[in-house]
């Protein structure tokens, strides 16, 4: 596969065969409007058969309405008076013209919205003007409320908001997420008693019967973990997927102790192997097996709810963006990424390990170290600031970034791939869970 390049030109249709579609559109969301048992039902029939042909046409791009020559990531003008700066983007990160996309029913305002914020082609794929992150839909009223600033240098896009999710299935998220209850300062490469408890391992079966543990994981409630994929679907035919180990710091002893603290010797609880119930994977995941992985991310259904502790808690996931909008990697520091590290001949073992990562890297660099891969808005790319990052063994494992505004530490990737560890300016690749929280909430159950 050759790398992904924009394109540079659109031959945008006759403006009759515009019109034509147009007019359809008009007469579906007549039928839409209505309510007079007057109007026939075969119009209304046919009618919301071409608006859903004309949906799929403008997700895949086959639509010929006219738009305006423009560049992926470019930058832009919404449509209105203001003319509000924008990034021409694809229909998937923009979260406004997904939601209208989404929506049961479409006014004319709706349509001519879409039709004005296209901007271009990428591939066979339509790009849109879309303003930054921080936008909000209101789904009774076809306008759009923008505050936000410009998707710049603000952790790359990385956050969406979240539109229509289920009050009843985001309930079953806890309250009280992302709380670390190490209050010592971060040092050294060596994760800290009650440090990270939401960090988890991933437990498989030889056929030998021997258990060992593959790839990282993060808790996010009492009963689901978040891992990646490939942890699943990527391992050998002759390993099976038991459990999850939660409360873990050192592999090595059990329970883990701290005596630094004035003389004073603190333990943890025992660890915990828990046995998994369920095993969900997006349905679009590619699998290992191709250049381009993608939707590499795995929701882990627990036989049995955890029992929160000190050294067991969940991690909160990307859901308010209001806790990190205008975070600038230029001015408030790093994201983590914490695991036990494996190298290429020794499984995972030893102390649960952190380091910082500094995130902000152009998708440009990860797109030149792995070309075949297609970096995307689903990915994140993060480059490590020194030696002692995690290594391959913690695919799976957590991308955090600690909130300045509640204190809380956040969810903000799933551990793809990296070529090599240990490496200064080898970049790896995450899973963007902010682009996934929909997908995440509709597949948890009471």
């Known amino acids: 596969l050759e790398r992904i390049q924009p394109l540079n030109r659109f031959g945008a249709p006759s403006a009759e065969t515009g019109q034509n579609v147009f007019e359809s559109v008009i007469l579906l969301s007549f039928c839409f409007a209505t309510v007079d048992r007057s109007v026939p039902h075969i119009l209304c029939t046919m009618g919301a058969l071409i608006w859903r042909i004309l949906v799929l046409c403008f997700i895949a791009s086959c639509s010929q309405l006219p738009v305006t020559v423009a560049q ?21 990160e923009c979260p406004f013209a997904r939601a209208l996309l989404m929506k049961q029913k479409h006014s004319n305002n709706d349509i001519r919205y879409l039709e004005a914020i296209r901007c271009g082609m990428l591939e066979t794929k339509a790009l849109v003007c879309c303003n930054a992150p921080n936008i909000t839909a209101d789904s009774s009223s076809s306008s759009a409320s923008i505050d936000g600033l410009v998707d710049g240098e603000t952790i790359d896009g990385l956050v969406e908001n979240r539109f229509s999710t289920p009050e009843e299935k985001r309930g079953l998220l806890p309250e009280v997420c992302g709380v670390d209850t190490y209050r010592g300062p971060i040092r050294g490469e060596l994760a ?8 988890v391992l991933i437990q498989h079966r030889t056929k030998d019967g021997e258990h060992r543990f593959h790839c990282g994981g993060s808790l996010i409630s009492d009963r689901y973990v978040l891992t990646a994929a490939r942890c699943i679907m990527g391992i050998k035919k002759t390993w099976t997927i038991v459990s999850v180990r939660v409360g873990e710091l050192n592999l090595q002893t059990d329970p883990d102790c701290d005596d630094s603290t004035a003389g004073v010797t603190e333990c943890a609880s025992p660890v915990e192997d828990i046995p998994i119930e369920k095993i969900t994977v997006p349905s679009n995941y590619t699998g290992t097996g191709s250049p381009a992985v993608k939707q590499d991310i795995a929701l882990l259904r627990l036989a049995r709810r955890v029992e929160f502790s000190e050294s067991v808690a969940p991690i909160c996931l990307p859901l308010n963006t209001s806790n990190w909008v205008g975070y600038s990697t230029e001015q408030d520091g790093s994201f983590y990424e914490s695991g036990w590290g494996k190298t290429p001949d020794a499984a995972a073992g030893g102390d649960n390990k952190w380091n910082y990562v500094s995130v902000g890297v ?85």
């Open 362 to 446: 152009a998708r440009e660099v990860c797109r030149d170290r792995y070309p075949h891969a297609s970096i995307d808005g689903e990915q994140i790319c993060a480059m490590p600031r020194s030696e002692q990052n995690t290594c391959r063994g913690d695919t799976g494992g957590p991308l955090m970034y600690q909130s300045s505004t509640d204190g809380a530490w956040y969810l903000m990737g799933v551990g793809s791939f990296r070529k090599q560890c240990a490496i200064v300016g080898e970049p790896a690749v995450y899973t963007n869970v902010a682009t996934f929280t929909d997908w995440i909430i509709e597949n948890l159950e009471p």
């Open 192 to 199: 800290q008693l009650f440090h990270f408890p939401w960090n």
């Open 72 to 92: 992926y990531l470019s930058s832009c003008k919404t449509p209105g008076g203001d003319g509000e700066p924008g990034t021409c983007v694809l229909v998937r």
